[in-house]
């Protein structure tokens, strides 16, 4: 089996894990379950109601996480089937995003060729972006990128936020086991997932365990988040995906350094 054994941290948030945890144990791995987030919706709903209810007013939504897709459609129902067949269209920030729409009934007519919202922004240019009303459900700690480079480049953005993050419940056995027995690799699919890593284990522990594995990542911004607390990075994916992060933890497990660090 292509993970052979291998122990692989997973970090997602417990609606997340098992997916991912799947996935690593169809590759032969044994996942290490330690969720780092937790998702709920939006404290105040209201904004993205109202967007909602004003749907065939806009020209494109866009999803810059499966996230985002998920908790618009939970407070959209009904009206997606009824507004989507119109003008509207659907743009994805990468392949996981694309799914999480299609579970949901809506078809992606655009994906970012490089899974950024800064990859996001640079396929809808090619579109025509000015003079276009754009909506972006988002997290209520997400980046700007997105939203700041749309309204740049001339468009009427509205951007209500449909879920926020805060740092899952600490499990003391957990930090204590993770501690003692750190696994080859550790999985980060987002800086919030680093953040609250450290926030749950502490920033001692959090480095004593990440400097005695492999550290992969999705995408350069999570990257970052590892990087300025000068922590190596040693897997980041050509694709950034789940599958992708996996693709790329086999590839380098099988060059002999794999084995050292």
Wanted: glycine share 10%; charged share 20%.
């Amino acid at each position: 089996m292509p993970l052979r054994g291998l122990r692989v941290l997973v970090t997602r948030g417990e609606g997340q894990a098992r997916e991912f945890s799947d996935l690593i144990h169809g590759r032969g791995g044994v996942p290490v379950l330690f969720p780092t987030i937790r998702i709920v919706a939006a404290e105040d709903p209201a904004p993205l109601d109202a967007a909602i209810a004003s749907l065939p007013t806009f020209d494109w939504v866009l999803f810059s996480s499966a996230n985002g897709v998920r908790y618009f459609a939970q407070r959209a129902g009904r009206a997606i089937a009824t507004a989507l067949p119109g003008r509207l269209r659907i743009g994805s920030v990468g392949p996981g995003t694309t799914q999480a729409a299609s579970d949901a009934g809506m078809t992606v007519f655009l994906e970012a060729g490089t899974h950024t919202a800064e990859g996001l922004l640079e396929a809808l240019a090619h579109e025509g972006i000015r003079g276009k009303r754009i909506l972006v459900p988002r997290a209520a700690e997400g980046r700007e990128a997105l939203v700041d480079g749309l309204s740049g480049s001339g468009a009427e953005v509205v951007a209500p936020v449909a879920y926020q993050t805060g740092a899952a419940d600490k499990n003391e056995a957990a930090c204590r086991a993770l501690l003692a027995d750190p696994p080859d690799v550790c999985t980060f699919a987002s800086p919030s997932s680093v953040r609250f890593f450290f926030e749950l284990m502490g920033e001692t522990s959090a480095r004593s365990v990440l400097s005695r594995s492999r550290t992969a990542v999705i995408g350069r911004v999570t990257a970052r988040a590892i990087e300025k607390r000068n922590i190596r990075v040693d897997i980041i994916p050509a694709e950034f995906t789940i599958p992708g992060m996996l693709d790329a933890i086999e590839s380098h497990f099988c060059q002999p350094e794999g084995a050292a660090r």
